[in-house]
């Protein structure tokens, strides 16, 4: 992702931003020119937000979606130290390249076709099953998780989440003993999802993640179809994605039609295209930076109306050490 996404501005030297040029540049340009203020038109490719985000405003329409309910509030994944961020912002700077490469392609990704769905789980299992839109909604439990949520790049959130964990899939699967990890792939359709639109005519589509199969029955371990009470919206990897909040976010993907147990670790879409800035693990870590920024801190995208931050300090698995610790050593 790091060729066109941005680590924080202030962290790069004039050199380091050559080879990422054309997003770069447009950015800086556009930023400039927003400096100047010029009109509000150009703001979707910056993240940041005016006319679009009112009430009844084109973001909002796209999280005006049917309520998942009544839903239990689990207490045990409440968030004690940071506010919620607010829906607004949630949902308008987000990663999903399949429709483009700027954070704002909350408007692109509306051309998800979501109903019907069908998800398939299958590979090293007794049970392969498939699940339609209904049984994604129906079937489990659904309940709502507050979690932190980190990106590689050094941003974060805190999440409303409605789902369940993904320990529920194993228990109807049945992996057999073969079965050593996971990989989920997202939604890819060439006439649908026009991806990031420069430099990569060759990325490594679909787009797909992996977990060794321990970290998958981590009670963190969460499949969200939903966020903030309602159905998940489509810039948010609807109808359903993961969410591994000890990880980092591209950890988590979007839009899932498939599921495989395999013997054997499956190829990541990052990793595979830059194996020495993404590993497979991708823990959460601030002690262990990127090759070009360091992890020490992050952006973190809170309660207020438009797009800011406050920085904080980045803690070692997303501050979930206690439940996760264990899986791994340091
Ligand atoms: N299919 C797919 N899943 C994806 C991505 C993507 O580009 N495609 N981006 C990842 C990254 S880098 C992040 S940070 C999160 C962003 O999730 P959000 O937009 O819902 O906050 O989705 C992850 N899942
Ligand atoms: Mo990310």
């Not at 800086?28 to 038109?41: D, E, F, I, N, P």
């Not at 509030?73 to 700027?102: C, H, I, M, V, W």
């Not at 805190?158 to 699967?173: H, N, Q, S």
């Amino acid at each position: 992702m790091s060729f066109f996404i941005h680590p924080p501005a202030w962290q790069l030297r004039e050199h380091q931003v050559t080879t990422e040029s054309a997003y770069f540049t447009r950015r800086r340009m556009l930023k400039t020119l927003l400096g100047l203020g010029v009109s509000a038109s150009i703001l979707p490719l910056t993240g940041c937000k005016s006319a679009q985000t009112g009430p009844g405003s084109e973001l909002e329409q796209t999280f005006q979606l049917p309520a998942l309910g009544p839903i239990r509030k689990n207490p045990e994944f409440r968030e004690g130290d940071r506010p919620l961020t607010t829906q607004n912002l949630a949902s308008q700077y987000n990663n999903f390249y399949e429709f483009g490469g700027t954070k704002s392609i909350w408007k692109s990704a509306q051309a998800l076709p979501t109903d019907p769905w069908t998800l398939e789980v299958g590979g090293r299992v007794k049970n392969p099953r498939t699940y339609d839109l209904d049984d994604l909604r129906n079937t489990f439990d659904l309940e709502e998780r507050i979690y932190r949520f980190r990106c590689v790049e050094a941003w974060s959130m805190v999440l409303p989440w409605v789902g369940f964990p993904m320990r529920k899939i194993i228990e109807a699967v049945e992996p057999t003993a073969e079965a050593k990890f996971v990989r989920f792939t997202s939604f890819y359709d060439e006439t649908i999802t026009p991806g990031p639109g420069f430099h990569f005519g060759s990325l490594p589509w679909p787009y797909e993640e992996g977990l060794r199969i321990e970290e998958m029955a981590n009670d963190l371990a969460f499949f969200a179809v939903g966020i903030y009470g309602k159905e998940l919206p489509k810039q948010h990897g609807a109808p359903i994605r993961a969410v591994l909040p000890w990880k980092y976010g591209f950890k988590g993907a979007k839009s899932i039609v498939k599921i495989e147990f395999l013997a054997e670790q499956p190829a990541t879409y990052w990793n595979s295209l830059m194996p020495n800035e993404y590993g497979f693990e991708a823990n959460v870590n601030p002690e262990k930076p990127h090759p070009r920024w360091s992890q020490a801190t992050e952006r973190f995208i809170g309660p207020g109306a438009t797009l800011d931050w406050e920085m904080k300090e980045t803690l070692l698995y997303n501050g979930y050490a206690e439940q996760v610790g264990g899986l791994y050593q340091l």
